[in-house]
C-alpha cells in the first residue's frame, strides 16, 4: 500500500527519505544538496547587500520616470542632479563647524560646469568666509529652515564672478546671519545674479558692521551688473543694508531692488557712493534706518524711487541725493515718507552738485520740519505731492536751481529757470533753453558770453548782456499813478550805457518827483480829446509830447 505523506512547507527532508519516496529521483544528481543550495543563496543575498551599500550601490538600481518617452537611467545619475551640502559631510546641527564641507560642495559643484547647490533644513556654522564660484545657484528649504551662520570676523560670503561664466545665477532660500562679521554678502564682480528670499541680518544691528551685502568692483573691466534682489530681507545690520562702495565710476550697473524689507540698518538703508548707473528701488519697505537715511546716493546717473514705504525716527533723512556730485536722471514718484516731526524728508543736491532731469511727483510727505529741500537743480519739476503735518512742504529753491518747475498743494506753479534770448545765429529774439543760453532766470544772471538772461533783483526785473556784462532793461512795480516802469540802455557799447531813457506808465498826470531827466510815460487813461498820452521829463518837469 503506498503511503502519501504531507509536506509542510519548510519540512525537512534527508537524502534517505527522498530516495524512499520519491521514485526514480536520486539525490547528488537530479536533486542538489539542501545545505548547499542554502548557502549559496545566502552568498549571493550577501554580495547583493555589499554590492548596494558602496558608494557605487545606486548604479545597480534603475529608475524610469513616467511619462511617454522617459529614458531609463540609474539612480545615481537620477540623485546627481542635486548636489546638497550633506554630500560633503555637512551636519546643519548649529553646533558642529561646516565651513570644509560647504566650500567643497561649491568648488564641486563649480568643478562641474556649474549647477544647484542644495542646502537642507538646518543651521550650518562656519568661521570661515565661504567663497561662491562660478556657475553655482545656491538654494535653500527657505530663510527660516536654511541658516548660515557666520561665526568669524571678517567677510561671511564672497563671490568674485567672471561675467560669462557665473552669469544667471538664481540664490535663494536662505538665511545669513552673523554677531562679528563685517560684511554678509559681497560682489566684486557680478553679472545677472539674483536674490530672491534670501534674509541678511546682523541681529540688532550687532553684526555686519560694514554692510550686509555690499557691491565693491575694482574697476568697470570688473564690473558688478544686472543684480536683482526680489522678496528679500535686509535688516538690523550695524552697517549699511545694501551699500556699492565702488572704486571706479560706471562699474555698477542695472541694479534692481524690488518687493524687499532693506531696514532698520545702522548705516543707512541703500547707500552708494562714486558714480552709479541705472538703479531701480521699487515697491519696498524701507523704514527705520540709521542717521545716513534710508537712502542716500552721492553720485548717479539714472535712478527711479518708486512706490516704497518709508518711516524714519527724528531728524534721520529718507532720501538724500546728489550731494558729492552732479547726478542726472531721477524719478521720485508714489512714496509713503513719514517722519517723527524733524529732519527732512528728500533733499536734492548739495552747493556745487546739481541733481540734473528730475521728477518728484505723487508722493505722501507727513509729519517732517521740511518735506522737499530742492538745494540746487538744474532741469526737471517737483509736484504734485500730498504734504501733511510738516512745517515747510517745500523749501526756498537754492540760488543755482535753474529750469525748476514747482507746483504747489493750491495749484500755482513757481519757475526758476531761464528762457534765453539769441541774437546770432539764431533769429534775432527767438527763445531758446538749455545749453549756453540761459531764459527765464530767477536771482540769477546767466554769465555765458553772447547771452541775454532776465533775471529779478530786489523786486526790479531786470534783462542782463552777459557781453556787456550789463543790465539793458529793467521793470518794477512802481507807486502812487506809477504803476509800472521800465528803464531801457540803448547802444551797443560800454560808453552808450551812460545814457539811457526810462519808461514809465500809469493814470493821471505825472509827479515831477518820479522820473529822471530823458524818461516818458505813457498815461493809460489819456484817449479823451485834450488828454496828454505821451509825456517826456526835462529840467524836472515832465512835459506833454503828445495830446490827443
Known sequence: MTQTRRLIKGTQLTSAEIDANFDGLQTGTDIPSIAAETAARIAADALISSNLAASSGSSLVGFLQSGTGAVARSVQSKERDIVSVKDFGALGDGITSDTVAIQAAIDAVNAAGGGRLYIPRGTYLHATGLTWKDGVSICGEGKFSSILKYTGAGVAHSANYSNSVGSSLQHEGFKITSLTGTIGIELTSASAVTFRQVEVTGVSQTGFTTAGVRLSPPDVSHPVISIVFEDCDIHENAGAGITANVLANDATNHIVVSNSRVRA??????????????????????????????????????????????????????????????????????????GSGAGTAITLGAAGFAVQG???????????????????????????????????????????????????????????????????????????????????????????????????????????????????????????????????????????????????????????????????????????????????????????????
Open 265 to 338: 540698518n545702522g548705516g543707512g538703508n541703500i547707500k552708494g557712493t562714486s558714480e552709479l548707473l541705472n538703479w531701480a528701488i521699487v515697491n519696498n519697505d524701507l523704514e527705520a534706518s540709521g542717521s545716513a537715511g534710508a537712502i542716500s546716493f552721492t553720485d548717479f546717473q539714472g535712478l527711479v524711487i518708486h512706490g516704497n514705504y518709508f518711516e524714519q525716527a527724528a531728524g534721520f533723512p529718507a532720501i538724500s541725493l546728489g550731494v558729492g556730485a552732479t547726478s542726472n536722471g531721477l524719478s521720485i514718484k508714489g512714496n509713503y515718507i513719514t
Open 358 to 548: 528730475i521728477d518728484v511727483s505723487g508722493n505722501t510727505i507727513s509729519a517732517w520740519t521740511t518735506g522737499i529741500d530742492p538745494v540746487r537743480i538744474v532741469g526737471g519739476r517737483i509736484g504734485p505731492n500730498n504734504f501733511t503735518s510738516c512745517g515747510t512742504d517745500i523749501a526756498a529753491p537754492g540760488a543755482n536751481c535753474a529750469s525748476l518747475e514747482i507746483q504747489r498743494a493750491n495749484g500755482t506753479f513757481d519757475f526758476y529757470g531761464t528762457i534765453g534770448i539769441k541774437n546770432a545765429a539764431m533769429n534775432v529774439g527767438a527763445l531758446v533753453s538749455g545749453g549756453a543760453v540761459a531764459g527765464l532766470a530767477v536771482n540769477r544772471r546767466d554769465t555765458n558770453a553772447a547771452a541775454y538772461s532776465w533775471y529779478s533783483a530786489a523786486g526790479v526785473m531786470q534783462l542782463f548782456d552777459s557781453a556787456l556784462a550789463a543790465d539793458i532793461v529793467q521793470i518794477q512795480q512802481g507807486s502812487g499813478n506809477f504803476l509800472h516802469k521800465g528803464k531801457v540802455y540803448p547802444g551797443t557799447d560800454t560808453a552808450a550805457l551812460q545814457t539811457n531813457a526810462g519808461i514809465y506808465a500809469g493814470n493821471g498826470v505825472p509827479n515831477n518827483a518820479n522820473g529822471a531827466d530823458g524818461d516818458f510815460y505813457f498815461r493809460g487813461d489819456g484817449t479823451q480829446a485834450g488828454n496828454t498820452v505821451i509825456y517826456h521829463k526835462q529840467a524836472g518837469a515832465w512835459v506833454a509830447l503828445i495830446t490827443t
